[in-house]
T-cell receptor, first 115, second 114 residues
Framework: QQQVKQSPQSLIVQKGGISIINCAYE??????FPWYQQFPGKGPALLIAIRPDVSEKKEGRFTISFNKSAKQFSLHIMDSQPGDSATYFCAARSSFNTNAGKSTFGDGTTLTVKP | EAQVTQNPRYLITVTGKKLTVTCSQNMNHEYMSWYRQDPGLGLRQIYYSMNVEVTDKGDVPEGYKVSRKEKRNFPLILESPSPNQTSLYFC?????????????FGPGTRLTVL
């Protein structure tokens, strides 16, 4: 049972364009939704994260939009740059004691930004 | 420098030969996890630990063991590796509590089982 579904699997955008990656989750106990960025040969690194008490969080060119009722959240990359070319993972985690250490990741989206 | 270290970074072994991948963090994090990354399957959690001597299964624990005898270390043990355990493995750590759960990942260990 896949608890976090991510789409698309791959994405190609032109420099300056907007990249949008979507995730949907099933478990309503999730209360922390991060996005990780991974460059080839490196471990993932936190990009931006949101909690369900807000509908949007923006950090520079990166924005998370969160829809609690639809159980969906998305990453928007504005003014996409070639340096943004990487694999992006959404994830979900619960702070409830019995599962606080458990994280579920989406399958990843490979983003290519063409110059 | 705050970091998660893994050793070895690359390992080629044969079926059935026991191996251990070490993981260490210097950030005094309570939580530690092991993940495997396979093409098209994202990151799948193998085991996690919420503190010393507290471990639990993730989504794909079969064929793996872990231990958490010290806060900073969380080794991954494959007692009888098989070719389907060929993968890229990541260790990660984070704080507990309500302040957020940013996970810090190690550089990865690429394992090939022949």
């Amino acid at each position: 049972q896949q608890q976090v579904k991510q789409s698309p699997q791959s994405l190609i955008v032109q420099k300056g364009g907007i990249s949008i990656i979507n995730c949907a989750y099933e478990n309503t106990a999730f209360d922390y939704f991060p996005w990780y960025q991974q460059f080839p040969g490196k471990g993932p690194a936190l990009l931006i994260a949101i909690r369900p008490d807000v509908s949007e969080k923006k950090e520079g060119r990166f924005t998370i939009s969160f829809n609690k009722s639809a159980k969906q959240f998305s990453l928007h990359i504005m003014d996409s740059q070639p340096g943004d070319s990487a694999t992006y993972f959404c994830a979900a985690r619960s702070s409830f004691n019995t599962n606080a250490g458990k994280s579920t990741f989406g399958d990843g989206t490979t983003l290519t930004v063409k110059p | 420098e705050a970091q998660v270290t893994q050793n070895p970074r690359y390992l080629i072994t044969v079926t059935g030969k026991k191996l251990t991948v070490t993981c260490s963090q210097n950030m005094n994090h309570e939580y530690m996890s092991w993940y495997r990354q396979d093409p098209g399957l994202g990151l799948r959690q193998i085991y996690y630990s919420m503190n010393v001597e507290v471990t639990d299964k993730g989504d794909v624990p079969e064929g793996y063991k872990v231990s958490r005898k010290e806060k900073r270390n969380f080794p991954l043990i494959l007692e009888s590796p098989s070719p389907n355990q060929t993968s890229l493995y990541f260790c990660a750590s984070s704080f507990s509590g309500t302040g957020g759960y940013e996970q810090f990942f190690g550089p990865g260990t690429r394992l090939t089982v022949l």
